[in-house]
């Protein structure tokens, strides 16, 4: 009943569900409340520097249990604008499990969509939080290095807080791990719950280092030839640690969000220009960029967020045409249709309405 439901509303009024058609309705009760979203509730707020800030939420009941190194959506209400940034979830699952909250800690960027507003979200506020998304963990039984720059710090706070509560549960575990923390001099956050973890745990071991005063990682890294690398920061320092663990052949995982249109092509197809309609707007587009891209580049005004396919917001109506999904490669029919922008590349001439 309820797929026969939402696939009127979906003809009738482009939601994707019928309950998302009753959306202002249900907020009256429920603040924040969106279709395909989950609510969480500001617990608590605060500055660890001027540029820094540190976000607890709890999350509603049935939002899922997080694995340490996840990250998750965060959509804000702006000017009655949602707006949508990913960030890594600062603390474990011991944490969630314990006092039924997860933490963000977020830099604020002066001229960010969404950052410099997070101030106004106090105490008792709802704000949107996907499910947690990712597959960022801490490999078992083996020896890491985790490599951090600036906020990249996140996921491995949240990994050694899970690791040090099981290891008081196992009588046993040799794993060793050791943090190389890169950040500007003086800048490097929450040194005091690494000193914690450090002081807790004879198997866990840091340094702090800043480019400034200690040169490129490769000097650090061969020592470390035998670990797991894991590294998570600017994609300049994935690309040091990646090209030298190329060379000496270590295993390393990274987290760092790229958006889509930094993807290429991937389906082989001959670059064509093809005539899109946005409203009243017509422009030429290739098929080897996502239209958000596009659009922004022609200064279209487009609604957008994460630009990763995850929060919705670049949605619009395909009255007609076909768009090539660049997750999957996958086709659209020509039929009227919601599209994503931000993960739809043009595959024959479109006419969109926002
Ligand atoms: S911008 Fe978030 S789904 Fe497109």
Not at 165 to 189: F, T
């Amino acid at each position: 009943m309820n797929a026969i439901f939402n696939k009127i509303t979906h003809q009738l009024f482009h939601h994707k569900t019928w309950k998302g058609y009753w959306e202002p309705i249900i907020q009256l009760f429920l603040p924040a409340w969106r279709d395909s979203y989950y609510r969480a509730k500001v617990v608590a707020f605060k500055s660890l520097r001027a540029d820094v800030v540190q976000l607890t939420l709890s999350p509603e009941k049935k939002w899922p249990i997080h694995k340490a190194g996840q990250h998750i959506a965060l959509t804000v209400e702006v000017d009655g604008k949602l707006i949508t940034r990913i960030f890594t979830i600062a603390c474990g699952t011991t944490t969630r499990k314990s006092q039924g909250v997860i933490r963000l800690i977020i830099k604020v960027k002066d001229d960010g969509a969404l950052t410099p507003f997070l101030g106004n979200f106090s105490k008792g506020k709802w704000v949107n939080i996907s499910p947690p998304m990712g597959s960022f963990s801490l490999p078992h039984g083996k020896s890491v290095l985790m490599i951090a720059g600036g906020s990249g710090i996140t996921p491995f706070l949240a990994m050694l807080e899970d690791y040090q509560a099981n290891k008081k549960g196992s009588l046993e575990d040799k794993q060793s791990i050791h943090l190389i923390y890169y950040a500007k001099p003086h800048e490097h956050l929450l040194v005091e719950e690494l000193t914690e973890f450090a002081n807790h745990n004879e198997s866990f071991s840091f340094q702090l280092l800043s480019r400034m005063h200690d040169g490129d990682i490769e000097p650090y890294l061969a020592q470390h030839g035998t670990s797991h690398w894991m590294v998570c920061g600017p994609f300049e320092l994935y690309q040091q640690v990646a090209q030298t663990a190329k060379l000496i052949n270590v295993p390393v995982d990274s987290e760092h969000f790229v958006a889509f249109p930094h993807l290429t092509d991937n389906t082989n197809s001959p670059k064509q220009q093809l005539i899109v309609k946005h409203n009243k707007t017509t422009l030429t587009v290739s098929n080897t960029e996502t239209l958000l891209t596009q659009l922004q580049k022609a200064d279209v005004p487009v609604s957008y967020g994460c630009g990763m396919g995850i929060c919705h917001q670049c949605q619009c109506i395909k009255k007609s045409g076909v768009v090539r999904d660049v997750r999957t490669g996958e086709l659209s029919d020509s039929a009227e249709q919601l599209i994503q922008l931000c993960v739809s590349q043009a595959a024959t001439d479109l006419e969109l309405q926002a």
